[in-house]
């Protein structure tokens, strides 16, 4: 059972469009975190959020926490091919240990 | 500064073999992990530790064990190596003071096991 469950699993588009990948859990998490993976190499920390409801940019990058902190999506506006990557929610517990918990994971391709 | 460092990046075991993993960072944080990635998966955690000497058990830590006998130094041992431990391992570092401790991650390993 993932604790943490990412849609969609898969996505092509065609650069220009936009997309938005969810994460969705039944738990409440003290924060979530976005990461992304370019092949043969370690998931690298794109954005932290803290406060249910909290928004946060990058660029072209929107990402939003639910209010319950129990939710988190990540948009993208006008994608390019350097987006391309596989993207990992990552949620911290309110107790217990003090590890990540990831998603499932989204693998988006961006074709030019 | 090199981050978090992991040997070997790619292993091929025979069944019933044994190996380490190893996984060194130099940003002197306390906190280190292994996480294991199967295809098209998320990542699972195996072990972990808060420190020198204090180590505990993840989602998924049968058939592997830990030390941490020093800060910098977290080798993960796989016992009788079985073909379900074919995978993808990453080590990974934080300084978890407060509850958003950012991880930082090795290149990974790549072990098959045949």
């Known amino acids: 059972t993932q604790l943490l469950e990412q849609s969609p699993q898969f996505l092509s588009i065609q650069e220009g469009e936009n997309l938005t990948v969810y994460c969705n859990s039944s738990s409440v998490f003290s924060s979530l975190q976005w990461y992304r993976q370019e092949p043969g190499e370690g998931p690298v920390l794109l954005v932290t959020v803290v406060t249910g409801g909290e928004v946060k940019k990058l660029k072209r990058l929107t990402f939003q926490f639910g209010d319950a902190r129990k939710d988190s999506s990540l948009h993208i506006t006008a994608a390019q091919p350097g987006d391309t990557g596989l993207y990992l929610c990552?949620?911290?517990?309110?107790?217990?240990?003090?590890?990540?918990?990831f998603g499932s994971g989204t693998r988006l391709q961006v074709q030019p | 500064n090199a981050g978090v460092t992991q040997t070997p990046k790619f292993r091929i075991l025979k069944i019933g073999q044994s190996m380490t993993l190893q996984c060194a960072q130099d940003?002197?944080?306390?906190?280190m992990y292994w996480y294991r990635q199967d295809p098209g998966m998320g990542l699972k955690l195996i072990y972990y530790?808060?420190?020198?000497?204090?180590?505990d058990k993840g989602e998924v830590p049968n058939g592997y064990n830990v030390s941490r006998s020093t800060t910098e130094d977290f080798p993960l041992r796989l016992e009788l190596a079985a073909p379900s431990q074919t995978s993808v391992y990453f080590c990974a570092s934080s300084y978890w003071v407060t509850s958003t401790g950012e991880l930082f991650f090795g290149e990974g390993s790549r072990l098959t096991v045949l």
């Open positions: 530790s808060v420190g020198a000497g204090i180590t």
């Open positions: 940003m002197n944080h306390n906190y």
């Open positions: 990552a949620g911290a517990r309110v107790t217990g240990r003090r590890a990540l918990t």
